[in-house]
Structure formats: structure tokens, C-alpha cells
């Protein structure tokens, strides 16, 4: 196993797709994996980590909307410190998740025609996102 | 680590039981694992995979009906090409995930008594739903 | 790899921080790895592991409020055996998920500052519920 480490600028709320990023991360360490995993980890609890839609960036806008209506800021939350998006993005981040595995066949990640890795912003503000990476084969 | 392929065609949208679709893609080549990871991947954005109740199949029911109340198609998404239902399926399909982890001992899935693996299928009509399953051990 | 069984009794619906729980027991083997991945496996459908913030308690009493009104128990589930917090709790679950990856770095998990994880426990009352680890190096 391998690990590699990836920092990400996100300019505030909002879905990034950062599969690009990834296989610019690991660079050539993939190609030479017949069968294998690879393990990606987002060190935060504001924003998560999913896959979809690689295309249009419609898709992208939309979750953006959705995710206001999915966890109402108007809530009466009690973890505020930060504003109202403090807590939001807290249940958002568990609701998609932090971490992901994605298959390696023939030197490639196995993703399907139409998947792309997002990272989701769920923070306001711009934020610094630390990612880890771990080949495993 | 070994990779298998699976191909299951769903009748539409709807949660599918598919613990023994996934033991009959891997074969013997489980049963000689003493631990091990299996790892199941859904090359798709608009369906999904997670773990639930294996006994009463009004458990699948109720999730179908919940995902409708969850996701609701009469929130104002841009993306939908392809129907009411598109949207809501890339969203569905990122709250559930797209893969999964289980550890395998004594040459067996260690699922809990209740587990069996879904395939949750978004979108309304049927669909030609890819897996790739990798054997870590 | 190795595999570790850890048995958790929850006083009912909440979340609970379990990370020291995870690295007890795991024990001293962690502390020889570089790198490697830790996989722990939920065995129940009506419960569920996240990670999220460790230190303010009150994000997890937010969670445990929020979760009622994004599964609220007043939608006509028909699986009601065990009463109204029966298929709310399942899929809540799914919504979580009930396993995570993370990863292992210099004999340690490798969590961001701000990470632990989380039991999530969404029956009314009192269980007794098993998880499986798995370390992976």
C-alpha cells in the first residue's frame, strides 16, 4: 500500500469534481495495478466526498439546491458557533459520507462511463480540504 | 485481489435483494478466504447499493415509498433530460452510495442475521445495472 | 489482515462517539503499520457508523433531533412490528451507512483533527449491537 496526500481549495458551497485531481495525485503508481483498490479519505466533517454524474454541470447545480431543502438551515439546531451553516454542513457531510473506495482494473480507476468523484462543499466560505489518498493492491 | 463482473437487469425503480447474486458472481473463490474484505461497486449514478433488512419485504417497500418523500420530484431541479425521475435518481443514488464494503471470515460474508446487500434502482424504468465485486484478501 | 469483534451496548436513540472504543480494540497492532486501511462493519439494519465532529456533544444531540424530521415517523411505513421507530431506524441506516474505511498512517488512524465516529443508534431503546473490524495492511 501507498498513500498520498491532496489538498483542495473549494471556493465555498457548492460540488466539485475532483477525479482529475485524484489520478493527477497518484500519478503512474496506478498504471501498474492489474487488480487493486483505491481509498479515498476527506479529513472534515463540513464536507464529504460522493460520486456522480461526470457531465453536465446542471447535476452539480442541483445538488447544490437540493442539499438547502434536504437539511433546512431554519432548523432549530444548537451548534451554531460558526452561523447558520455550521450545522447543515455537519449533517450533510455524514449524509454523503467522507470516504470512498473505487476499483482499479488494468492500470485505471473502474469508474462507470457516467461517474466522477465530487467533492462536496458544504461550508459558505471558501475552505482548505485535505484529502488522503491509499493505493491498495 | 481478484475482480468479477455482475450484470442485473432491474424491472424499474424499486429495492432489489441481491446478497445471493453477489455470492454466486464470487464463487468458490471465497470459501477459501479466513478474513478478507469483498468490496461491491455500482458503475452507475442513478441507482445504488446499501445494506438493509433481508426478511419482510415490506421493508423494500416502505423505502420505495420513502425515497419519493425524501427526494421529491416536484422540487424545482434544472437537470431532467430524461424525466421527472432523473434528478432525484442522481441524488437518491449519492444518499445511499454507490459501493460497499463487507468483511468476509471463515470463507463467508460476515453479514449480520438481518443483512442482505440492495441494489436500489431510481430511475422508473428497467435498467441494465453493471457491478464490478473485488476480492481483497 | 486481522479481525477484531467489539460488542457495544447503546442506552437507545442518539449518537455516540466510539473511536476510542475502535482503537482499544485493535490493540497494539495498529502501531506497526505505516500504511494500511481499517474497515469496521456494522452487523444490524437498524443502526448505523458515521464520522463527524468529536468535541462539541451538542452536534450529536443535533443529529439526534434532525434525524426525526428528515425520516419523521408519522409517514405511512407499513413495517411497524416493533412500533413507530421500526422503519424510521432502518432507513436511517441506509442513510448512514453501516460500515466505514479509514485510513492507517505511521501506527495510527489517520482522522482529521476534528473526526471521531460515531454509533448511531436509531431504536427508541436499549441495544446490544456488534461490530466487526478489520485491519488491512
Known amino acids: 500500500m501507498k498513500q498520498f496526500n491532496l489538498l483542495i481549495q473549494t471556493p465555498g458551497r457548492g460540488y466539485y469534481l475532483i477525479t482529475k485531481e485524484i489520478t493527477d495525485a497518484i500519478g503512474d503508481d496506478v498504471g501498474i495495478i492489474d487488480v487493486g483498490l483505491l481509498h479515498v479519505f476527506l479529513k472534515h466533517t463540513s464536507a464529504s466526498l460522493t460520486i456522480n454524474e461526470n457531465a453536465d ?9 437540493f442539499e438547502e431543502e ?4 431554519d432548523f432549530p439546531f444548537t451548534h ?3 452561523g447558520p451553516d455550521d450545522c447543515p454542513a455537519h449533517i450533510k457531510s455524514s449524509l454523503f459520507g467522507c ?3 473505487i476499483p482499479i ?6 469508474l462507470g462511463t457516467w461517474q466522477g468523484v465530487y467533492l462536496c462543499e458544504h461550508r459558505d466560505s ?5 484529502l488522503l489518498i491509499t493505493l491498495n493492491n
Chains 1, 2, 3 share one sequence.
Open 57 to 65: 454541470p446542471t447535476v452539480r447545480d442541483d445538488f447544490k439546491n
Open 70 to 73: 434536504l437539511v433546512r438551515r
Open 80 to 82: 451554531d458557533y460558526e
Open 99 to 101: 470516504e470512498l473506495t
Open 105 to 110: 482494473s488494468n492500470g485505471k480507476l473502474a
Open 126 to 130: 471558501t475552505q482548505n480540504r485535505n
